[in-house]
């Protein structure tokens, strides 16, 4: 069975940078599409950033476009998300997710992702 571990998330000022990790265990990722998601206090969660099987299709939200990066090394069974530029509308739970899939170069943020994250604390703060 799958299961993923975020880390990385940290007190930040507006206008720095995180790494956050997510590290796989149980299963190979490399047959999982990867999506980032975050979810602020009263608000519903968001999807950030979705990587493919192959790390060659990345899709972000408009919130964060050029801002961040999504990355993947999967043989070291861990994803990455690098946020710059960070802003305080940034201050969110974040959350990695695995979704099994058979295409290698898709991933989409309206999937319904099956195995999750406990998520990091990412808060943006002067």
């Known amino acids: 069975q799958l299961q993923l571990v975020e880390s990385g998330g940290d007190l930040v000022q507006p206008g720095g940078s995180l790494r956050l990790s997510c590290l796989a265990s149980g299963l190979s990722l490399d047959i999982y599409a990867i999506g980032w998601f975050r979810q602020a206090p009263g608000k519903e969660r968001e999807g950030v950033a979705c990587i493919s099987r192959s790390g060659r299709s990345i899709n972000y939200a408009d919130s964060v476009k050029g801002r961040f990066t999504a990355s993947r090394e999967n043989t070291k069974n861990t994803a990455y998300l690098q946020m710059n530029d960070l802003r305080p509308e940034d201050t969110a739970v974040y959350y990695c997710?695995?979704?099994?899939?058979?295409?290698?170069?898709?991933?989409?943020?309206?999937?319904?992702?099956?195995?999750w994250g406990q998520g990091t604390q990412v808060t943006v703060s002067s």
């Open positions: 997710a695995a979704e099994w899939t058979t295409v290698q170069s898709v991933c989409r943020l309206d999937w319904t992702f099956a195995t």
